[in-house]
């Protein structure tokens, strides 16, 4: 953090104290008994979709259609304060969770070696709507803590599909399918950690890392904050 970030962080923490985000306790946005509590992704999950599951490494899903990133990163599933978290992050202006949220991640796995860290990006409508995109936050995060080159310009989406929460599973993909295009040579023979904030099926990281890897990405890793599973 530079020393105008740190006097900044000062003011910020003067005006608006920060409050865990799950128990409203003073002193941090995320308190370490709230992410202690918080549930996590089992150690038995599919390496690409994240899904908990024991006896493989690779779901039925993934193995019959495998997808074009290699390996998900994830710490926690999407309950709790986590949850709690990225709602607020993500619909409610609470810009500043990223941070802390990507600290906690950080804290629970290790960043997969990559040459640079690209956000999984909004439509221009919803950018539009919203003011900014919450994985672009996650990302900036990231980058500023690990020095890992952010790029979030090279990957656009080109569909405004519906919010995936919306849809059942098999619609999920369809969805999303084709929704992302990336420039031409952008990302030729790199290696590239897609970022995202939450995952449910998968599919859209699948759809994102597809127009990744045909812009010449060399290969395709992926960073979630949690993965929702539906019961
Ligand atoms: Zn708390
Ligand atoms: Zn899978």
């Avoid at 629970?108 to 409508?125: G, T």
């Avoid at 672009?136 to 690990?146: E, K, V, W």
């Avoid at 999303?176 to 970022?195: M, Y």
């Amino acid at each position: 953090m530079s020393v105008r970030q740190q006097v900044m962080r000062f003011f910020l923490d003067v005006l608006y104290p920060p409050r865990c985000v799950g128990c409203r306790e003073r002193g941090s946005w995320l308190c370490q008994r709230c992410l202690a509590a918080t549930p996590r992704l089992p150690a038995d999950h599919c390496r690409h979709c994240a899904i908990p599951m024991s006896g493989a490494a690779v779901c039925p899903d993934c193995w019959r259609d495998p997808p074009e990133f290699e390996q998900v990163s994830c710490a926690f599933l999407f309950e709790g304060p986590i949850r709690a978290a990225i709602h607020q992050l993500k619909y409610r202006g609470a810009r500043h969770l990223a941070e802390p949220m990507v600290q906690a991640a950080l804290t629970e796995l290790s960043v997969p070696p990559s040459d640079l860290v690209v956000p999984v990006p909004l439509h221009p409508r919803r950018l539009a709507e919203r003011g900014y995109n919450q994985s672009a936050l996650l990302a900036q995060a990231l980058s500023a803590i690990t020095n890992l080159s952010l790029v979030d310009n090279a990957l656009q989406r080109v569909k405004d599909t519906p919010a995936q929460v919306s849809l059942p599973g098999k619609e999920r993909w369809l969805n999303v399918r084709g929704a992302f295009h990336a420039d031409p040579g952008a990302f030729a023979h790199q290696s590239v950690l897609l970022l995202d904030d939450v995952a449910t099926t998968g599919s859209t990281l699948r759809a994102a890392a597809r127009a990744i890897k045909r812009s010449g990405a060399r290969q395709v890793d992926a960073l979630i904050m949690a993965r929702a599973v539906i019961h």
